[in-house]
């Protein structure tokens, strides 16, 4: 068993940051990629952005410059510092990971979210 548990969302002024973890825990032989994805009210998921396991990063247009994408393979987490937030950027925030178990069996996993709100 394997969980993902998102933290670190909240209500933030326009322009102002948020940092967001991903904590995994559970049967984790090694963690290859890992993404964060959102999904606003009445809205499709929209993938925001990815690192491997040698630590390379992809971005979504909409957050580049703005978003970074981390990780911290000893404490098995994934970060998304967000600066400069928009209102546009308000959504339930999921992090997604492909995990090898010690069964070297590998799965995608899926956290619970964490709710961002940008509002003044």
């Known amino acids: 068993q394997v969980q993902l548990v998102e933290s670190g969302g909240g209500l933030v002024q326009p322009g102002g940051s948020l940092r967001l973890s991903c904590a995994a825990s559970?049967?984790?032989?090694?963690?290859?990629?890992m993404n964060w994805y959102r999904q606003a009210p009445g809205k499709q998921s929209e993938w925001v952005a990815r690192?491997?396991?040698?630590?390379?990063?992809n971005y979504a247009d909409s957050v580049k410059g703005r978003f970074t994408i981390s990780r911290d393979n000893v404490k098995n987490t994934m970060y998304l510092q967000m600066n400069s937030l928009k209102p546009e950027d308000t959504a339930t925030y999921y992090c997604?990971?492909?995990?090898?178990?010690?069964?070297?069996?590998?799965?995608?996993?899926w956290g619970q979210g964490t709710q961002v709100t940008v509002s003044s």
């Open positions: 997604n990971a492909n995990i090898l178990s010690t069964e070297w069996t590998a799965y995608e996993f």
């Open positions: 559970g049967d984790i032989f090694s963690i290859n990629h």
């Open positions: 690192i491997d396991s040698v630590g390379s990063t």
